[in-house]
């Protein structure tokens, strides 16, 4: 069964620091690319990073570049997010999210197909 | 980065009645583009990957089409679980951007 728990969540204050870890099992970890995915309260769900299956691509959402950092350890099976200068337009619930991907026709194609129960972060002073 | 809408924002619907979503993009995409339900409190679930396939153990009354721009999420049969809240996503560059989803109501 495939399972991803978030951890790290909280309250910090502006311009402050979190990191936030996904615990990984059940699947081939370094066979996939992972990602970021939030959502902040009563709004809907925000891309935030992808990192390929090797940790040598990276992407992130305009909102948060520069400021988070999107990492995974495979021999660990973990996924980590850091994310500094915080502000509170962070805060959210942040989601660790399986991408199982789907390719045919040379074209490859994005499936999140597994979720973590997301951990909630709040930037306030 | 591409912008995608939904419409309509929010709908009632009765059971077994017949509901179509519709998603647009600012630009084309191909097929690159999944549909996701939500319902409070829990993480959004795959339904459609590459506009219309359907992902495994999704109920048969859920189908996705269309290419380019223009896109559909049916529900042939609406049921009292299919509450909840659909977002589509684009996947065909970066940064990937999620609708602003469609909040569906049970009658």
């Known amino acids: 069964e495939v399972q991803l728990v978030e951890s790290g969540g909280g309250l910090v204050q502006p311009g402050g620091s979190l990191r936030l870890s996904c615990a990984a099992s059940?699947?081939?970890?370094?066979?996939?690319?992972m990602n970021w995915v939030r959502q902040a309260p009563g709004k809907g769900l925000e891309w935030v990073a992808t990192?390929?299956?090797?940790?040598?691509?990276?992407h992130y959402a305009d909102s948060v570049w520069g400021r988070f950092t999107i990492s995974r350890d495979n021999a660990n099976n973990s996924l980590s997010l850091q994310m500094n200068s915080l502000r509170a337009e962070d805060t959210a619930v942040y989601y660790c999210v399986r991408d199982r991907g789907y390719c045919r026709g040379g074209t490859c194609y994005a499936a999140f197909d597994s979720w973590g129960q997301g951990t909630l972060v709040t930037v306030s002073s | 980065a591409i912008q995608m809408t939904q419409s309509p924002s929010s709908l009632s619907a009765s059971v077994g009645d017949r509901v179509i979503i519709t998603c647009r993009a600012s630009l084309g995409i191909r097929n690159e583009l999944g549909w996701y339900q939500q319902k409070p409190g829990t993480a959004p679930k795959l339904l459609i990957y590459?506009?219309?396939n359907l992902e495994d153990g999704v109920p048969s009354r859920f189908s996705g089409s269309g290419s380019g721009t223009d896109f559909t999420l049916t529900i042939s049969g609406l049921q009292p679980e299919d509450f909840g809240t659909y977002y589509c996503?684009?996947?065909?560059?970066?940064?990937?951007?999620f609708g602003p989803g469609t909040k569906v109501d049970i009658k």
């Open positions: 059940g699947f081939t970890f370094r066979s996939v690319y």
């Open positions: 590459a506009a219309s």
């Open positions: 990192i390929r299956e090797d940790g040598t691509e990276k």
């Open positions: 996503l684009h996947d065909y560059n970066y940064p990937l951007t």
